[in-house]
């Protein structure tokens, strides 16, 4: 009954949001229509000759403070001298609990301008995000655009993989579903973002069983970037067998980091991640809150 009431409440809620919102999910539900757009307007200024896609990343955002909002800020900032169509957001989108009652404070209110015009969120879940319900209300929500707690969708010649990398994540099945995908994938640029870190330099450090179950499938499937959060910094690693790791958990907090052998830059500043996707490379930026680009990297599409 209390799962049926907070629903209830929910959709109240939305309901009395009135036209914006359902403007907003309209706009959202275009996805073709706004790809199709988006890349004309691409096209039609010189300056982006040959750029195929551009999209931002940001993770741990969910907490509809201050800190949050300076990113949010920073994010919009970037859509109006570089426009883009498709944020990645990569889990624990809801805290403390994942509580689906707190969307408009801790994703509708932040994002309003991005969502009004027209870019799509397409999320993964969070330690944080599986505390209620498991996360199911997060995967119901339309503005989070998940076909399920693990899902694969494309735009243009880039195939995105999202996966639930939670202890209790369906691993026996999710797993044959990714590499049968990667398989399968006919893109030139294939990018699997999850919430967990493979390889990280901040609390939590690396995972050897993710870099164990991950990275031979990686690797052998010629996936070029992965991106996750958990870690509440921006860290990039140099290309590891052919694939770059690249943590954006700044997105509303932030803690220490340090660096390792594979680490190409890391930083603690509350910022987010934005890639210009050519045929030959994707130009990586990471942007702090004073929207300084503070790290700039070339990821080729193949490397060694």
């Known amino acids: 009954m209390n799962l049926k009431r907070r629903q209830f409440l929910f959709l109240t809620s939305l309901g009395s949001l009135g036209t914006g919102l359902t403007w907003i999910f309209t706009k959202q539900n275009s996805q073709s229509t706004d790809f199709a757009q988006s890349q004309t307007a691409i096209a039609a200024n010189p300056a982006n000759k040959g750029l195929l896609l551009r999209f931002v990343s940001v993770a741990d955002t969910g907490t509809g403070a201050k800190g949050q909002y300076a990113v949010a800020k920073a994010m919009t900032s970037y859509h109006q001298t570089?426009?883009?169509?498709l944020a990645v957001l990569a889990g624990d989108n809801i805290y403390n609990n994942g509580e689906i009652e707190k969307i408009n404070a801790v994703?509708?209110?932040?994002?309003?301008?991005?969502?009004?015009?027209?870019?799509?969120?397409?999320?993964?879940?969070?330690?944080?995000d599986i505390r209620t319900d498991n996360?199911?209300?997060?995967?119901?929500?339309?503005?989070?655009?998940m076909k399920g707690r693990y899902y694969t969708f494309s735009q243009g010649d880039v195939q995105f993989f999202a996966l639930d990398t939670?202890?209790?994540?369906?691993?026996?099945?999710?797993?044959?579903?990714?590499?049968?995908?990667?398989?399968?994938?006919?893109?030139?640029?294939?990018?699997?973002?999850?919430?967990?870190?493979?390889?990280?330099?901040g609390v939590y450090g690396s995972s050897p069983e993710f870099?164990?179950?991950?990275?031979?499938?990686?690797?052998?499937?010629?996936?070029?970037?992965?991106?996750?959060?958990h870690e509440h910094h921006y860290e990039r690693t140099r290309a590891i067998n052919g694939t770059t790791y690249l943590i954006c958990g700044a997105g509303a907090g932030n803690r220490p980091v340090g660096?390792?052998?594979?680490?190409?830059?890391?930083?603690?500043d509350l910022s987010f991640a934005a890639y210009n996707?050519?045929?030959d490379r994707i130009?990586?930026?990471?942007?702090?809150?004073?929207?300084?680009?503070?790290?700039?990297?070339?990821?080729p599409l193949k490397s060694a």
């Open 82 to 85: 570089n426009p883009y169509n």
């Open 107 to 128: 994703f509708e209110r932040p994002y309003k301008d991005l969502l009004k015009q027209g870019v799509k969120f397409h999320a993964c879940l969070g330690n944080h």
């Open 135 to 145: 996360g199911d209300p997060q995967v119901k929500y339309r503005g989070f655009n």
């Open 166 to 201: 939670n202890g209790n994540a369906d691993w026996k099945n999710q797993l044959p579903w990714l590499e049968k995908q990667l398989s399968l994938s006919k893109a030139s640029w294939k990018i699997v973002f999850g919430h967990h870190p493979i390889y990280a330099s």
């Open 211 to 229: 870099i164990e179950t991950f990275t031979p499938l990686f690797q052998k499937y010629g996936v070029q970037l992965y991106i996750n959060g």
């Open 259 to 268: 660096k390792n052998e594979w680490t190409e830059y890391s930083t603690s």
């Open 277 to 279: 996707v050519h045929a």
């Open 283 to 299: 130009e990586l930026s990471g942007i702090d809150t004073n929207n300084r680009v503070f790290d700039r990297a070339i990821i």
